[in-house]
């Protein structure tokens, strides 16, 4: 044989071999699922996403809230804020999904997510103009007025029962009622900012955990000694958080210098006042003057923020309740304390996390649609979906808008934030005012402008998006 | 005319599917975009004509305390920079790899082409890792020579350099392909009778390679001066939440206007106004390097 075809036939063989080394490795056979009684078996949902969605359990029928008496037949479209086959939001809704679909065999969920950002919403908005795809959605309380305003959405008031008020906090179906008096969305969950710590920082530093009572200067001396440098050179920084125009994590640390700093205040702009340029310098001290904080401070992307936070480069950052369940997951030590108080005046920002229903002519579909809403807002839900591995706080990852819902650690370090809780005002100006808002916002944290003279900038204009024009 | 027709009319049929396409896809889109322009445009209720009929344009420069104003200066400073730059780096490099043998070039010609067959937003995403302030690659090289860190991506005095930085140093792919290819179709007479007259190789590089590449260069001015005017994924990747108003664009403000606020009448007005000048500064660069050389 040819020397040069005995060469090439020996590196096809030796490829080969590497090919088969490289290639993944067949997966075992699972075994066969028990075979459920047809009427009740429930397949997980269809995976929009991506098809490795891990598929739930198939459920039987328990009825109470579950069992829909709509008489519906066909799909229901239900589309999920941050929900992603895997992740966090999408074990305890495939599993809410399974178990309402075995207590209604003619009715057919198909979930789809829909990622927490810009896109995310345009696609939502998008799909919900058009007037296809979308019967049922979870969604943040200040996206819900620009929908309502739009007769996208559909009133929940002829299906709220006596059970439904008593059972619902107040204050949230208050907050819903938008447009002549009705309200517009099932509260589902609420979300107050809560500052978390990293223990294991706080060990290193050989820091002592803080009252849970604690004050403005008891948090900056903390930051400070949570600032510090290792021996093989890595920083850590005692603080940190997300800043961008969509999210208002970091507002409740100025916002608490006085209960008139809000950002409408009697129909007007709130943040052109003394009290809140104080504020809002005694804020950016943190990173100009005490340097505290990571030094993209004001522009840093939130998965940064969070990827310190778990990668111990910062020892506390100010989050929403939702990152909560994931630390529990990845058994990151950690601790949830309120923010901390100026003066005596506590406060936390949040929102309500909502489901509401889309606005249709077919009333049966409606009617099926409110059904899941009901449900997925209920105790019920938390009863079939507790904690567990693939849910860490079962279906609630922040504090249930319902009495009834018992709420699993570590969300109840958020319940007593409740009392005090700021929620962003539902108003369809919101997204612009934070828009018009934020860039001032950074360059007073970066040093660029003076607090009082940024805000009264972008007063009139700010009026102006208030009042409508 | 009609001779010509019945001589030529046939072979308009192969142009006639892009024809179609690019009147369906962009023709009509554009011309819909011009008439939303004057209208404010709701997905559900459809578009209502403005009052006064230009109040979308008075909008796009005046809402949110004016960015639209920053946007077109921040544009205009990274379309100067890096326009300049990759044209530069696109020559000067075409050159450097011109003497060498066929291989040789063509492996530099593939190399260099990398960027372009890259997705914009890992280029981006690269570079918001190298200008990380924190763990960044280059506050390690500073701080390798004792240098303090530099705020690259936070700092909104350099900001926008930090970005414009970013499109310099990325190789300009098309731009060393093309005048790679130009400088290979020059005649190698002209060399020889310039070298026999006693021309070194910098004096034939500047009255020679330079002049007889003009219809590329004004070719590549134009095609980055666009790119520029449209930067967005960079900007989008390495600055989401933006840093004040420094690194704001004018694509980024339609963006804004037109995804998160669905505004699509004062984005349509900025887009037509980004339009505008884009035509104007290509009419200049037009008449500034049209070439009359022919060889």
């Known amino acids: 044989m040819d020397k040069r075809v005995s060469i090439l036939i020996r590196m096809a063989g030796a490829m080969s071999v590497l090919l088969s080394a490289c290639a993944a490795p067949v997966a075992p056979t699972a075994p066969a699922a028990p075979q459920a009684p047809a009427a009740t078996e429930a397949s997980a949902p269809a995976a929009t996403q991506a098809p490795a969605a891990p598929q739930a359990p198939a459920a039987t029928p328990k009825g109470g809230l579950r069992k829909s008496n709509s008489g519906y037949k066909g799909t229901l479209n239900l589309w999920v804020l941050g929900y992603t086959p895997g992740n966090q939001f999408a074990n305890p809704f495939d599993l809410a999904i399974a178990q309402f679909e075995a207590d209604n065999p003619d009715i057919n969920v198909e979930i789809t997510g829909y990622p927490p950002n810009d896109e995310g919403f345009t696609k939502l908005t998008t799909a919900l103009q058009s007037g296809q795809g979308i019967d049922v959605l979870r969604l943040p309380s200040d996206r819900l007025p620009a929908f309502v305003k739009d007769d996208l959405i559909a009133p929940i008031d002829d299906y709220l029962t006596d059970a439904d008020k008593a059972d619902i906090l107040p204050n949230t179906l208050e907050a819903v009622r938008l447009k002549d008096g009705k309200a517009y969305a099932w509260p589902l969950w609420v979300v107050p900012m809560g500052i978390y710590l990293n223990l294991d920082v706080f060990q290193e530093a050989g820091v002592e955990l803080p009252s849970k009572d604690w004050t403005w200067e008891e948090f900056v001396e903390t930051a400070k000694k949570l600032t510090f440098q290792r021996a093989n050179g890595e920083q850590v920084y005692g603080f940190s958080g997300f800043i961008d125009p969509g999210v208002i994590n970091t507002w409740g640390l100025w916002m608490n210098e006085d209960p008139s700093v809000r950002p409408i205040v009697d129909g007007k702009f709130g943040f052109d006042s003394d009290k809140a340029a104080a504020g809002l310098k005694r804020f950016a001290e943190l990173a100009l003057v005490h340097k505290v904080t990571p030094p993209d401070f004001g522009s840093q992307k939130d998965a940064d923020v969070k990827g310190g936070f778990k990668n111990k480069q910062y020892g506390m950052i100010v989050d929403a309740t939702g990152f909560s369940p994931q630390l529990k997951a990845d058994k990151i030590n950690f601790a949830i304390y309120p923010l901390p108080s100026v003066n005596g005046n506590r406060i936390t920002v949040g929102a309500i996390g909502l489901i509401a229903v889309a606005a249709t002519n077919d009333k049966v579909k409606e009617q099926a649609a409110m059904d899941l809403a009901r449900y997925l807002t209920s105790a019920e839900v938390q009863e079939d979906v507790p904690p567990s591995e693939t849910a860490a706080t079962g279906f609630y990852l922040a504090p249930a808008a319902r009495k009834s819902v018992k709420v699993a650690p570590p969300l109840d370090q958020f319940l007593p934030m409740l009392d005090y809780m700021w929620i962003t005002p539902l108003t369809p100006a919101w997204p612009k005012l934070t828009r018009l808002i934020h860039p001032e916002y950074q360059n007073i944290i970066f040093g660029k402008v003076d607090p009082a003279e940024a805000m009264t900038k972008i007063a009139p204009e700010a009026n102006s998006l208030i009042a409508g024009q | ?295």
Do not use: C
Not at chain 2, 70 to 77: E, G, K, P, Y
């Open chain 2, 1 to 295: 005319m009609r001779r010509f027709v019945q001589k030529h009319g046939w072979s308009y049929t192969f142009i006639l599917p892009s024809l179609l396409t690019f009147t369906v896809f962009v023709l009509a889109p554009v011309v819909w975009a011009f008439i939303i322009s004057f209208q404010e445009y709701s997905l559900v209720r459809g578009g209502t004509w403005v009052t006064p009929i230009y109040k979308n344009y008075v909008t796009a420069f005046t809402q949110f305390g004016g960015v639209f104003v920053s946007a077109i200066r921040n544009t205009l400073i990274y379309t100067l920079f890096t326009v300049t730059a990759n044209i530069l780096i696109g020559l000067i490099l075409a050159s450097l790899i011109q003497p060498l043998s066929n291989w040789l070039r063509t492996f530099f010609r593939a190399a260099y082409y990398l960027p372009a067959v890259t997705s914009a937003l890992i280029i981006g995403l690269t570079w918001a890792y190298i200008f990380n302030a924190q763990w960044g690659f280059a506050n390690y090289l500073l701080r390798l020579v004792g240098l303090p860190p530099v705020r690259w991506l936070s700092d909104p005095d350099i900001a926008l350099g930090s970005v414009t930085l970013s499109a310099v140093l990325t190789v300009p792919a098309t731009a060393v392909v093309l005048f790679s290819a130009a400088m290979g179709s020059i005649p190698r007479e002209y060399y020889e009778a310039a070298e026999l007259d006693g021309a070194g190789p910098i004096q034939r590089w500047w009255h020679i390679t330079v002049p007889l590449i003009k219809s590329t260069t004004l070719y590549l001015v134009v095609i980055y001066t666009i790119a520029s005017f449209e930067v967005f994924e960079r900007i989008y990747v390495m600055v989401p939440s933006g840093v004040g108003n420094s690194t704001q664009t004018i694509v980024t403000q339609i963006y804004n206007n037109g995804f998160k606020d669905l505004n699509f009448g004062v984005a349509s007005a900025q887009a037509f106004v980004l339009f505008v000048m884009i035509a104007a500064v290509a009419a200049l660069q037009f008449r500034a390097l049209r070439s009359d050389v022919e060889y």
